[in-house]
């Protein structure tokens, strides 16, 4: 079956960077999925924070992350990516990796998604 897993959280000060990744396997065609990233805190909803739509490989973000995160993916390497930078201790959260075949309807409801990551925990500190 699908297997999704995600690397690269830890532990940065405000103004850091990081880089997630997200090792998909056990996909057919890979570039057929939709790919996003959610994360959740404690006692928040699980919200979406950026996603690539798998029709067109439009990219799509949250306004809180607009113009600091970047996603993008390696279809050779079946590897999904979240660059961030200029982090912020409101982005402490643990990160998890989604994908949906085909395309989503909309695109930050974790509705949409049936396949999930493990998730990887991220920390900034003032």
């Known amino acids: 079956g699908l297997e999704l897993v995600e690397s690269g959280g830890g532990s940065v000060q405000a103004g850091g960077s990081l880089r997630l990744s997200c090792a998909a396997s056990?996909?057919?065609?890979?570039?057929?999925?939709?790919m996003a990233w959610f994360r959740q805190s404690p006692g928040k909803e699980r919200e979406g924070v950026a996603a690539?739509?798998?029709?067109?490989?439009?990219?799509s973000y949250a306004d809180s992350v607009k113009g600091r995160f970047t996603i993008s993916k390696d279809n050779a390497k079946n590897t999904l990516y979240l660059q961030m930078n200029s982090l912020k201790p409101e982005d402490t959260a643990m990160y998890y990796c989604?994908?949906?075949?085909?395309?989503?309807?909309?695109?930050?409801?974790?509705?949409?998604?049936?396949?999930w990551g493990p998730g990887t925990q991220v920390t900034v500190s003032s």
């Open positions: 989604a994908a949906d075949w085909g395309t989503v309807g909309r695109w930050s409801s974790r509705y949409e998604y049936t396949e």
């Open positions: 056990g996909l057919k065609i890979y570039d057929r999925y939709s």
């Open positions: 690539i739509d798998s029709a067109d490989d439009v990219k």
